[in-house]
């Protein structure tokens, strides 16, 4: 088992800003909990540290129980430290320590939306949530309290599709769709309810809202303000 944090790296750690997790302290201390995977240091400038997932666990830990929470193995982006419910997977688990985990991954990501929009807005997906489409909308649905599905019960499924740029979220029924709709609209998705040809299963199509000119995940600039989202739901209804 990891070792719990020295004093002086639990000093740093309950000192972190409560809500986006960010760390300061001397640059060796920093890079000590990066290696435990209690922190992550951003790639852009100004470089700033953040507590990870388990990061918060210890921060919200009484010290003489850190050692139970400390990770076994550093953390990094695709260890499983921290992933977002896509629907589908055997458990899920919804105690508080889950619900700890999803509410800092998510006010992370807005942090990360803020550091990397040149205006620091947060109401739009970032260039990290273009390339992780299906993890990204998982994430919005999961911090707003929406269930995922279990084997193969009810809940929401986010799934890829062969459209750019766009994911397809399935769900028990159209209300629960639409209330899907709601929190992904309000996290900047566009959306749109389509019908499946064969089963006629209705299911959304979303894509992140882009404000016009901006670049997409490959630095391509997009002439006009749409989204695959809007693009399909103009052809009408299938």
Request: hydrophobic letters at 40%; glycine letters at 10%.
């Amino acid at each position: 088992m990891t070792p719990p944090p020295t004093a002086a790296q639990r000093r740093v750690i309950d000192a972190a800003d409560p809500v986006t997790g960010r760390l300061t302290g001397a640059e060796a201390q920093l890079a000590a909990l990066v290696k435990r995977g209690l922190a992550f240091r951003h790639p852009r400038p100004p470089h700033a540290h953040f507590l990870t997932p388990a990061g918060h666990r210890i921060r919200e830990t009484p010290a003489e129980e850190a050692v139970r929470a400390a990770p076994v193995a550093p953390a990094t982006a695709d260890s499983g430290v921290f992933a977002a419910r896509v629907g589908g997977e055997e458990t899920a688990d919804t105690g508080p320590a889950r619900l700890r985990e999803v509410r800092g991954a998510w006010q992370g990501l807005l942090e990360l939306r803020r550091m990397t929009s040149p205006d620091g807005a947060t109401d739009r997906p970032c260039g990290w949530e273009r390339k992780h489409l299906v993890r990204a909308a998982a994430l919005a649905l999961e911090a707003a309290g929406h269930r995922p599905a279990t084997g193969d019960g009810d809940g929401y499924r986010v799934r890829t599709t062969p459209q750019p740029e766009a994911v397809a979220v399935h769900g028990a029924d159209v209300t629960a769709l639409r209330a899907c709709a709601g929190t992904l609209e309000a996290a900047g998705w566009q959306v749109s309810e389509h019908t499946e040809p064969r089963s006629r299963a209705r299911y959304l199509l979303a894509s992140p809202r882009r404000v016009w000119g901006t670049p997409d995940a490959e630095g391509r600039v997009s002439p006009v303000p749409v989204s695959i989202a809007w693009v399909v739901s103009r052809r009408g209804p299938r």
